[in-house]
């Protein structure tokens, strides 16, 4: 093929244009429009068009590369769009679907929880426990190629390693999986990526947190390094807790738990005591709404705490609960008929048996009615009382009541009473008995009973569970209604005119008993190491809460002179915590209406006796061995029982002592035969001067 252009134009020929057209031609004098243009042929070679065709085929390619691109991309706009806008997925792990973490609030019907575990909340729905997803560092150690130089580079990431441990295990190439730290930040796992370690993985794990730190620490114990409960809630609701992901809402209310521990440390601080325990729970429906046992760790470090932190000593350690049982005392004697708020009991002058005697401690020398065995806290009156009664009817009324047994609170510390065989109850330990002595219960056995009498007379049974609004359990009763409407004005009238004054709240008018009890040990009773305790109840016109504050070998000051018992130390504290409470519960202080309710749960320390009725007093009283001449309700004799006399002759009148207030509480008794849980004789035995304090 050849082109024309290589044959040169001749001289005449017109010039070629661009487009391989000649200009147009024209002869000489002709007009320009006669003008013809001059046609050119212009040829291609082949190689020209082999590569025109090739740029045509690569262009089109690139056109269709470049639709597919644009198709791809918009396919990736859209599956973005549709997963960030219109249908967004939680985040999630791998092999772990995690639920997205929702802000408390006082709705009941949460039900997302993070990781496996169930969430702890108390009754507000207020986060108590929570497990956060976090990952755990482990290693193959056969892939490790220098173990120490691994753990060296560890160390550096993660200061609390243990270097020497983290080589050992590394070094094993027997194993193909070994862990080398648990719970690890995101922050640490980052760095430890960035060694480029091999063999070095990370697994995902879950770390069960305790928002409220101290708050509570006793209640929810804790878990082991897998999650699994070792205490507290955590423990005794363990199976629970991984098979149901719904919350886990418990009785206590935070707010009214931080109240009581915070009473608890100032009484401690003021006092200089070892331990306390704090109890808040609702009298009708035996809902705890505060459980506190001092001192406490934070919950988030259960694995270090110390044994003495970890110690409950509000459901688990037993005292000698001292005064505070003599509402026991005199619940059963009012309501077996036998006994009448009009008799007298002989407190003139102590009581021996044996080588023991129970003397009241700056006592009134004189009978006293019931009320005053209660408002004056009256060892010798209780003992009379209890002696009057019995071993069998005391043993039957305490067993009732639930003294022998645990309370059946859902806690696995729950601790089981010390109690004297049936076979060692003899009359020293029926008369000690009465007044808080020769028996060791938990402070929540305490505030069980306590609570029976005050609701009515039915026993409920403590739980650390929210229940529905409005339902109220099914209780037991162990006693008459009538016996607790006078107990009612009776535990009032120890606030208004006994030894728990300092206890008084204007506007809730609280009720309850003092109580102080010396600390028994191997070698009989500690002189001057009390546990002091205030058994309250609020309102007690309309009974809802009890409250119960202890301290554990208080120490008085100048503040209290010098006195450590419960009227100075543990009541003031539960005066404040019944005012502090009582708004958040709901109750407001009524003082409006003061003069009624007062007049309403009024009794007389001195009750006058009826017109006929029986009467048990200085002069009804038999010689040792005589039938009692005092009737029963029914109008039968009493059983024949010896009362207790002790010629005057045997002990000089004791020495008055100066009082400072009313408001102390001031009663002394001798030690039991034994420790609780000691046999009697080798304690009698043993015993030196016996003189011990139960006030």
Known sequence: MTDERENPPSPDSPPLNGAGFGRPARRRGAARAD?????????????????????????????????????????VVGRLADATILRPLPPHRPERPLAALVAPSRQADITTTIGERAMIVDRNNQILAVSMPTVSLFADPRQIIDPAEAA????????????????????????????LERQI??????????????????????????????????????VDVDENGVAGVEKYFDQRLRDD???????????????????????MDKFDAIGAAGIVMDVNTGELLALVSLPDYDANNFRTATEEEKRNRAIKERYEPGSTFKLQTASMALDSGLIHIWDEFDASKPIHIGRFT???????????YLPEVLAYSSNLGAAHIGQFMGADRQRAWLKNMGMFGRTGVELPEAGMPIIQPASAWKEIVTMTVSFGHGISVTPLHVVRGTAAIANGGVLMRPTILAL?????????????QSTSDIMRKLMRLVVTDGFGKSAEVPGYYPGGKTGTAEKASIHGYRKKANVSAFMSVFPMNAPRYAVYMMLDEPHGNKSTYGYATAGWVAAPAAGKVIARIGPMLGLLPDTQDAPA?????YIPLQ????????????????????????????????????????????????APRPQAEGRRETNNAAPVPAPVGASVAPAIARAPVPSVAAR
């Open 152 to 179: 060296h580079k560890l160390k550096q990431v993660l200061p609390r390693l243990d270097e020497d441990r983290a080589r050992a295990r590394l070094s094993d190439s027997r194993r193909y999986f070994v862990y």
């Open 468 to 480: 529905p609004p409005g339902d109220r359990p099914e209780g037991v009763r162990v006693m008459q």
């Open 185 to 222: 930040t995101p922050r640490e796992e980052l760095a430890i990526n960035n060694l480029g370690i091999p063999g070095i993985d990370f697994r995902p794990t879950e770390q069960r947190r305790y928002p409220m730190g101290r708050a509570a620490a006793h209640v929810l114990g804790g």
């Open 597 to 601: 309710i007062n007049a309403s749960l």
């Open 358 to 368: 129970i003397t009241d401690f700056e006592g009134k020398h004189r009978w006293l």
């Open 607 to 654: 009750p006058g006796r009826p017109p006929g009725a029986p009467a048990r007093g200085p002069m009804t009283v038999s010689a040792p061995g005589a039938v009692n001449a005092n009737r029963t309700a029914n109008g039968n004799r009493a059983e024949p029982r010896p009362a207790l006399t002790v010629p005057a002759t045997m002990l000089p009148p004791a």
């Open 35 to 75: 003008a013809v243009p001059m046609m050119e042929t212009v040829r291609v070679t082949e190689p020209d068009l082999k590569r025109r065709a090739a740029m045509e085929k690569t262009r089109g390619r690139l056109v269709i590369a470049a639709a597919g691109f644009a198709v791809l991309f918009l396919a």
């Open 245 to 267: 992901r719904t919350p886990l809402r418990l009785s206590l209310d935070v707010r009214v738990q931080a109240v009581v521990r915070e009473e608890l440390l100032a009484a």
